[in-house]
């Protein structure tokens, strides 16, 4: 079973910032890698699939690069919105996934 | 455009069942398969499985075996999903999930246990 963790657990910045955000994998999982936005009381909302392919309608400050286990999202200029909690999804064994623990982003 | 909309919240004694529907619009019903994704209070989030709508296969996560059940209903472009045995932990919004090359999530809905 493929096992994802992130880091940090929490990231406190301040708008206009950047963020990066990490997620290792337990084993490789190529580039099928996505990254998720959740805010409190609304579902994910797909930011990042295949590593580094911005889903439609996602600004260009968000940026998703790695392959194999090593995987990072970069928000290049933090906006208000912005404070999420993120996390990764491995799809290499789609339909199976598997989410990592999540990032939470918060205003310093 | 793509919408899955899920049934309401739901409050259950341990031992019992709860059965949460997903009715999806917008596409035709088979070309996607649907997942479910949990999140207990304050947690993350947790993949319990997928149904093919095309041919009914499944695929269900190895914690969840044995008191799981995905369905799909093509008349009602519906898709249910059933949890036996519930326990205290069980506790959280359950989402239906559209994850192939689109996204697309229901709004969830919540699975209280509670004696």
């Known amino acids: 079973e493929i096992v994802l963790t992130q880091s940090p657990v929490t990231l406190s910045l301040s708008p206009g910032e950047r963020a990066t955000l990490s997620c290792r994998a337990t084993?490789?999982?190529?580039?099928?890698l996505a990254w998720y936005q959740q805010k409190p009381g609304q579902a994910p909302r797909l930011l990042i699939y295949?590593?580094?392919n911005r889903a439609t309608g996602i600004p260009a400050r968000f940026s998703g690069s790695g392959s194999g286990t090593d995987f990072t999202l970069t928000i290049s200029s933090l906006e208000p919105e912005d404070f999420a909690v993120y996390y990764c999804?491995?799809?290499?064994?789609?339909?199976?996934?598997?989410f990592g623990p999540g990032t939470k982003v918060d205003i310093k | 455009q793509v919408q899955l909309v899920q049934s309401g919240a739901e409050v259950k004694k341990p031992g019992a069942s709860v059965k949460v529907s997903c009715k999806a619009s917008?596409?035709?019903?088979?070309?996607?398969?649907i997942s479910w994704v949990r999140q207990a209070p304050g947690q993350g989030l947790e993949w319990m499985g997928w149904?093919?709508?095309?041919?009914?296969?499944?695929n269900y996560a190895q914690k969840f075996q044995g008191r799981l059940t995905m369905t799909t209903e093509t008349s009602t472009t519906t898709a249910y999903m059933e949890l036996r045995s519930l326990r205290a932990d069980d506790t959280a919004i359950y989402y239906c999930?559209?994850?192939?090359?689109?996204?697309?999530w229901g709004q969830g809905s919540l699975v209280t246990v509670s004696s």
């Open positions: 999930a559209i994850c192939e090359g689109v996204d697309h």
């Open positions: 295949d590593a580094s």
């Open positions: 917008g596409y035709s019903f088979n070309t996607y398969g």
């Open positions: 999804q491995q799809r290499i064994n789609w339909p199976i996934f598997t």
């Open positions: 084993q490789s999982v190529d580039t099928y």
């Open positions: 149904i093919s709508v095309y041919n009914g296969d499944t």
